[in-house]
């Protein structure tokens, strides 16, 4: 038997079109399910400026779009946590992976996570029976959930809890598209930044 996602927030009156695959998307919903079921068509000419004039316009959603930095990293802390990991671990053929770095992306977001998923880098890869769930927050758990389903295939984030602003807050949504671009097309796509992706086309 199928699935069915019901559309809770508003439906754009005109809709953001993926040319490539002649797609139409008019809700949230539909972003997030085009993006966990399309990975490996996602790139920068979807996530980019037009994304989030789009969602902020017709999808009256300002706040998310407004708040992308222009970088793939949440502040500088996040970019010194990842790049010192990074250095302590060194690169392992292997197990340096385009999704071991997402899963790094993810885990190295904030303070808390980082303290509460360290030990899961290890020398052959990632070991998240070393990760500390206990009393970890909602926000944290969806970052662990999301890098668990990359590294592993296993059941991540679904695209409700995905579309839920209540349970998937702004930052862990942004979070997650990007570490799905860094899975998808390795540390270059972090190299991304918001002048380079203006281009409407």
């Known amino acids: 038997m199928g699935s069915l996602i019901l559309c809770h927030k508003k439906r754009a009156k005109r809709p953001f079109e993926i040319s490539r695959v002649h797609m139409r998307i008019y809700t949230i919903e539909e972003l ?3 993006i966990c079921n399309n990975l490996y068509l996602i790139d920068y000419t979807i996530v980019n400026e037009r994304l989030c004039r789009w969602v902020g316009d017709e999808l009256e959603l300002p706040k998310l779009a ?3 930095p222009g970088t793939f990293f949440l502040d500088d802390r996040h970019r010194s946590r990842m790049e010192f990991l990074n250095t302590q671990l060194g690169y392992v053929p292997g197990r340096n992976t385009p999704a071991y770095y997402a899963a790094m992306y993810l885990l190295t977001s904030n303070e808390i996570i980082y303290w509460r998923m ?3 880098f290890c020398h052959s890869g990632l070991n ?4 500390i769930l206990r009393g970890i927050t909602t926000y944290n758990y969806a970052l662990y959930r999301a890098a668990l389903a990359l590294t592993t295939g296993r059941q991540g984030v679904t695209v409700s809890e995905l579309d839920d602003t209540e349970l998937i807050g702004d930052d862990v949504f942004r979070l997650i598209i990007n570490a799905m671009l860094i899975a998808r097309y390795g540390m270059t796509a972090m190299k991304l930044t918001k002048e380079a992706n203006t281009n409407d086309g």
């Open 32 to 34: 997030c399910y085009y």
């Open 66 to 68: 407004e708040e992308y």
């Open 118 to 120: 360290a030990n899961c």
């Open 128 to 131: 998240f029976r070393y990760a």
